[in-house]
Every structure is written in structure tokens, then in C-alpha cells.
């Protein structure tokens, strides 16, 4: 029987963890899940509530001009949402893949270079990953974009969330990348492209947010 002191569940996905044992793993001292699957996760949350106020809007009479825009982006949230989802758990499986790498032997010439590959496949993994998260949170944010000034108003809030929550996602996926880019493969073709396109994603995500935010306190009042 279990306690508030029992260390956290490691089993299971991320998905199918409580709220509770989700915080538990990440505040926990194993190096997984980490900030990498918790950014995925924050953009799978915003996707959740760009859904939600589809859902709100969708049917409802009064936004019958609107209605096939607001299912779609409903329709592309909620795939998002499961992308985002299993990003975050091959964004831990990846870390795994580094540490697994590390462990290797290296006694010989023929072990340090098997190592050596073992761990330059692993780092652009490491780094794929994350740039993968910030692409798709960035697609979350583009709903919330486009649903902030279209949704019903009483949840209109919550389109500002989404869009909130999207942005983290991307520039918390972005500095996973980031940290991993020293350890690349010199001609690993993402140490050459990660880098400007993880600007943009940044620099996107800010002004994305901001223009989402704008709309919704418009509509606020």
C-alpha cells in the first residue's frame, strides 16, 4: 500500500500517468522524464484546450458562419494533441538512448569507435526530437491563433491559455535542442540547419502569442 511519501510510479506512459505522478516523475531525481517530454506535454495541453473551445463553438447557432472553420481546427487540435503526446515520450526514450550510448565499453580502438557513432546517432536523435516538439506546438499555436478571434466568447480565456501554453512548448522544446547541438555529428545535416530554424521557431512563438493574445483581450473587453 502506498503513501504521500512512496517515490512516484516510473511505469506507464506519460499519457496514462495522474497529474500527480506526472509532477512526482518530473521533480523526481531520475534524468526522465524531463524538460523535453514536459514541453510536449504543455503543447499537448494547449492543443486540449484549442478543442475545447472548438467544441464550446461548434453547433451553436450563433457561430453557424464559423461552424466548418471551428470543427476543422477542433479536428487538427485534437491530432496535434496525440502527436504532442507521443513526443513526449520518445523525447525521454531519446535521453535513454544517450545514457545507453554513454554506457558503451571502451577499451579498444573498435569499441571507442563503435561508442563514438552509438553516440553521435543518439545526440541527433536527442535533438531531433525536441525540433520535432516545437514544430507541431508551433502548429498548436496557429490554431490558437485562428480560434481566438472565431470561438465563443465565454471561452475565449481559455484560446489565450492554449496559446500560452503553445508558446512555452516551443521555446522549451527549442532549448533541448539547443543544449544537445555541441555534441552533434560535425556532418549530421541537422547541427547545420537546427540552428536558424530554431530562431525562427523562437522568435515565431513570441510574436505568435503576442498577436493571439492581443485578439483575445480585444474580445475581452
Not at 156 to 180: E, F, K, M, T, Y
Not at 197 to 207: I, K, P, Y
Request: no cysteine; aromatic share 2%.
Amino acid at each position: 500500500m502506498s503513501d504521500a511519501t512512496s517515490a512516484p510510479d516510473a511505469g506507464g506512459t506519460l499519457a496514462d500517468a495522474t497529474v500527480r505522478d506526472l509532477t512526482a516523475r518530473l521533480s523526481s531525481s531520475a534524468p526522465v522524464p524531463g524538460g523535453g517530454s514536459a514541453a510536449a506535454i504543455a503543447g499537448a495541453m494547449g492543443a486540449s484546450l484549442v478543442a475545447m473551445v472548438a467544441e464550446l463553438t461548434a453547433g451553436r447557432p450563433d457561430y453557424a458562419a464559423v461552424d466548418a472553420d471551428v470543427r476543422a481546427i477542433g479536428a487538427d487540435a485534437a491530432s496535434l494533441r496525440e502527436r504532442l503526446l507521443e513526443l513526449a515520450e520518445l523525447d525521454s526514450a531519446a535521453f535513454d538512448g544517450v545514457m545507453a550510448a554513454r554506457r558503451l565499453p571502451k577499451s579498444s580502438d573498435e569499441e571507442r569507435a563503435r561508442r563514438k557513432e552509438a553516440m553521435g546517432a543518439s545526440f541527433v536523435t536527442a535533438a531531433e526530437v525536441p525540433l520535432e516538439t516545437a514544430r507541431t506546438a508551433t502548429r498548436v499555436l496557429a490554431l490558437a491563433a485562428r480560434i481566438a478571434p472565431l470561438g465563443n466568447p465565454n471561452a475565449i480565456s481559455d484560446a489565450g491559455v492554449a496559446a500560452q501554453l503553445a508558446s512555452a512548448a516551443v521555446r522549451g522544446a527549442a532549448l533541448n535542442v539547443r543544449i544537445n547541438l555541441p555534441y552533434l555529428p560535425a556532418d549530421a545535416a541537422i547541427a547545420r540547419s537546427a540552428p536558424d530554424e530554431v530562431g525562427r521557431l523562437e522568435s515565431g512563438a513570441v510574436t505568435a502569442e503576442r498577436a493571439t493574445l492581443d485578439d483575445v483581450m480585444r474580445r475581452l473587453g
